[in-house]
């Protein structure tokens, strides 16, 4: 609708009630600031531990990487660096 647009012409094109009008713009302008005024949603929440849980893990395993390369060249080892520990590879090929 165009600002400053009169209501009842607009109702009167549609044939709806001019109160109805009113009733679904209220309804619409209190769901605006139900949703504004609330916090995060429940999924926002998941999505937000999810988040910070992956970010944990992937700057523990960046640790153990860069633990694993100090290990390496600190040695003197020529070994190839095979990027994964003792426990994971416990069971590989074991499918």
């Known amino acids: 609708m165009v600002p400053g647009a009169n209501i009842s012409e607009v109702c009167r094109q549609h044939g709806e009630?001019?109160?109805?009008?009113?009733?679904?713009?209220?309804?619409?302008?209190?769901?605006?600031r139900a949703g504004l005024q609330s916090g995060p949603s429940t999924r926002e929440q998941e999505l937000e531990k999810q988040l910070q849980e992956a970010m944990s893990k992937i700057g523990e395993q960046a640790m153990e990487i860069d633990v694993l390369r100090k290990n390496r060249t600190g040695a003197g080892s020529r070994q190839p660096?095979?990027?994964?520990?003792?426990?994971?590879?416990?069971?590989?090929?074991?499918?």
């Open 17 to 32: 009630a001019q109160s109805l009008y009113y009733k679904w713009r209220d309804a619409f302008l209190a769901g605006g």
């Open 81 to 95: 660096f095979l990027g994964c520990s003792s426990s994971s590879r416990k069971g590989f090929g074991s499918q």
